[in-house]
C-alpha cells in the first residue's frame, strides 16, 4: 500500500469521526428539571398551520443546525408572597388577605406549549411578575362572590375556588399552581373579630347548656329505673294473657281474610276483562278517529299547499317587476340628473370662458390706452355707437301702421304743415342717447356731444325717413 492511500484512509477515517462528534454535539439532552424548547423550522400542526416550537421533558432532540435552536424552560417553584389589601367581598366589606402561592412551569402538553411561546426569554423575576398579576386579579374576584362567613369559616371552599380560578388563568401562559396558603384575614371594620367573640361565647354557653342536661338527665334516669322495673314485671303478666288472646284473634282473622282474598281475586278477574273489553273498544274507535283526521289534514294541507305556492309565485313574481320597475326608473333619473348635470357644467365653462376672454380683452383695451381707463370707455363706446345707434332706429322700425290719416290746413306759424310736425313728432318719440345712458345709471361722455336746447329740424318729406316711409302708408289730406 502507497503512502498516498495510507493518507486517504487516515483523512477518511479523520472526516467520519469528525462527523460523529459534530452530531453528537446537536444531540441535545433535556434534565429533568427543565424543559428543552426547540425552535426554527420544527414542521406543520395537523391543521397544516406551522408550528412554532417543540416541547421536550425527560428526553433528548437532535437539533438540526441552521434551521432549529434550542432554549431551556427552568421548572423550580417559584414562591410569590400576595398580600392583598382592601378586597371588596360580597357584603362590601374590604378585607386584607395575605397568601403565599406556589407556581411553576407545567409540564402538560398543551400548557407546556402555551409556555414555550409566552414565557421562553423571560426571567425568573418577570415570570414571578406576570403570574403575581394574574393572581391578584383572581383573588379579587373570588372574594367579590363570597360572603366573609364563607371565607373565614369555609377555608376549603374558598382555597378550592381560588385554585380552580387561578390554575385556569395560569395555564393560558404556561403555569400551574402547586400550592395556596391563606393567612389571617383581617378587616378594617372589625367585623371578622366580631365574629370570633360572638363564636367563643356561644361555644361557652353551649358548654354549660351541656353540663346542666347531662345532671339533669342523671337524675332522670334513675327515676326511670324504678319505673321501668315496676312496669316490667307488670308488662310481663299481661303480655302472657294478651298473647293466647292474640293466637286466637290471629286465627280467625286468617279465616276471614282467606275468603276476603278469594273473593277479592274474582272480583279483580272479572274487573279486569270487562277493562279489556272496554280497552279494545276504544281503542278502536280511537284508531278510527285518528285515521279520519289524518285524513282530513292531509286534504286540508294539500289545499292550503296548493294555494299557498301559487300565491307566494305570484308574490314573488310582483315584487321582482317591481324591483326591475324601480330599478328602470331609477337608472333613468340618473341618467338625466347626469345629463342635466353635464349640460350645466358645459355652460357654466362656457360662460366662465366668455369673461375671461372679455376680461382679457378688457384688460388689453386698457393697455392700449396706456391704462387710462376713462379713454379705454370712450374707446368702448365709439366701437359700440353704431349698435346703440341701430337699437334707437330699431325700437320704431318694426311698428305696423296701416294707414294714418293727416288732416292738413297748410303751413303753421312756424312754416310747417301738419304732416311734417307729425312725423317730427315720431321721430322725437325716439328716446335720445342721452336718455338711454341716463336710465342705466351712467352719463354720455362729453365726445360723443351735449344736449342741445332747440329742436332738431325733422326731415318734411317722406323721401328723407325711409325707414318709416317703406313701411307706413300716409295719406295727406289738404284742406281746400
Known sequence: MGEGAIILVFAIILIVLSFVVWACSRYKKCPSDKIMVV????????????????????????????????????????????????????????????SRFTVGISTEPGVMQNAAERLLGLQLSEIQELAKDIIFGQLR????????????????????????????????????????????????????????????????NDAKKSVAERERDGSIGEANAHMDQRIQVANASSIAIEGENEAKMKIAMSDAALKEKQAEALRIATAAEKIQSARALEESYSA??????????????????????????????????????AEQIRRKAQGEADAIYAKMEAQARGAE?????QAAGFAEIVKSANGDAEAALKLLIADKLEDLMRVQVDAIKNI????????????????KNATAGFLSGMMKSVPPLDEVFALAGMQLPDMLGKKIEEPVQVAETVEEIPVIAEETEIEEVTEE
Open 39 to 98: 425552535y426554527g423550522s420544527i414542521g406543520k400542526n395537523r391543521d397544516g398551520t406551522n408550528r412554532s416550537a417543540k416541547c421536550i421533558h425527560g428526553g433528548a432532540e437532535f437539533v438540526v443546525p441552521v434551521f432549529q435552536s434550542y432554549a431551556f424552560l427552568d421548572l423550580t417553584p417559584i414562591s410569590i408572597q400576595v398580600d392583598l389589601k382592601n378586597a371588596l367581598s360580597k357584603q362590601n366589606i374590604r378585607i386584607d388577605v395575605p
Open 400 to 415: 305696423k301702421i296701416d294707414k294714418v290719416t293727416v288732416w292738413d290746413s297748410g303751413a303753421n306759424a312756424d312754416g
Open 288 to 325: 278510527e278517529q285518528a285515521a279520519e283526521e289524518a285524513r282530513r289534514l292531509l286534504e286540508k294541507a294539500t289545499l292550503e299547499a296548493d294555494v299557498i305556492v301559487k300565491t307566494e309565485a305570484r308574490k314573488r313574481q310582483l315584487e321582482l317587476e317591481a324591483e326591475a320597475e
Open 353 to 357: 370662458e366668455i369673461l375671461k376672454k
Open 141 to 204: 374576584l373570588i372574594i367579590a362572590t363570597m360572603d366573609i362567613e364563607e371565607i373565614n369559616t369555609d377555608r376549603d371552599k374558598f382555597l378550592a375556588a381560588v385554585s380552580s380560578n387561578v390554575e385556569t388563568e395560569l395555564k393560558k401562559i404556561g403555569l400551574r399552581l402547586i400550592n395556596v396558603n391563606v393567612t389571617d384575614i383581617s378587616d378594617e371594620s372589625g367585623y371578622i373579630s366580631a365574629l370570633g367573640k360572638e363564636a367563643a361565647a356561644k361555644a361557652i
